[in-house]
């Protein structure tokens, strides 16, 4: 068979390669328009306005001037000085004096005496009493009196008071304890004698065996003579 074109210009030996380049044209082209950014157009309204420059105007300096105040003159100086006459009286005052003279009488007022009241001193406490009660025979110091006044009035009570009275009473055994006040008075008698005690009969025993108690030296407060108050507890043993 006889060929009637030249092999050379035969395009579809090239279709392969038009191919390709198409695909890559088309992909390029897609490719550009994917990536393309558009942007909104703004109108700016002050886009061709000019602003010119500001003028600069120079400010003079200027200073505040006070008026002068215009003096006033002087008042014009009388033509004549006239004396007035002072015509309001002026009273004197006339001061006298307070002291008396040899021929006045003087008034003195009565003076009457006043009676001092004698303070009244209360029955005080035989611990603070400044000299206490002497019991007879005691002797010494204050301290050494108090010691002695109290040892002989537990003395008298022991020797004097009845120590089977508790166990007749049929009480039951053990410690029973007996409370006593009394007051030494400004003479040194022994008075208001109290008891406390765990039977009646046992209360009078020791308000008699207080009572016996001898008439004692009184005590003093500021150096006269007082009530001094005495309490005492004694303890009875029942068997």
């Known amino acids: 068979m006889e060929i009637k074109k030249n092999p050379k210009s035969n395009l579809e030996n090239y279709s392969k390669i038009f191919m390709q380049i198409g695909l890559v044209l088309a992909l390029f082209v897609t490719y550009a328009a994917i990536e393309q950014k558009t942007y909104d ?3 700016d309204a ?11 105007e120079d400010i003079p300096i200027t200073e505040r001037v006070e008026p002068v105040k215009p003096k006033t003159p002087p008042p014009p100086t009388p033509e004549k000085i006239e004396i007035v006459e002072d015509k309001t009286e002026v009273e004197e005052t006339v ?10 009488a003087v008034e003195v007022e009565e003076i009457v005496e006043v009676e001092e009241i004698e303070e009244v001193v209360e029955d005080v406490s035989f611990m603070i009493i400044e000299d206490v009660p002497v019991f007879p025979g005691c002797k010494g110091s204050k301290a050494e009196l108090k010691s002695c006044f109290s040892k002989m009035v537990q003395k008298h009570f022991s020797r004097k008071f009845n120590a089977d009275l508790p166990n007749e009473l049929g009480l039951s055994s053990g410690k029973k304890r007996v409370f006593i006040g009394f007051k030494i008075d400004k003479q040194g008698n022994v008075v208001n004698i109290n008891a406390r005690a765990p039977h009646p009969k046992i209360k009078s025993e020791v308000i008699d065996v207080m009572k016996q108690l001898p008439k004692m030296k009184p005590g003093k407060q500021r150096g006269k003579p007082v009530g001094v108050k005495y309490s005492i507890p004694f303890t009875l043993i029942v068997e």
């Open 95 to 104: 001061i006298e004096s307070t002291e008396t003279d040899e021929t006045e």
């Open 46 to 56: 002050f886009a061709d306005v000019v602003m010119s420059s500001e003028i600069e």
């Open 41 to 43: 157009k703004n109108i």
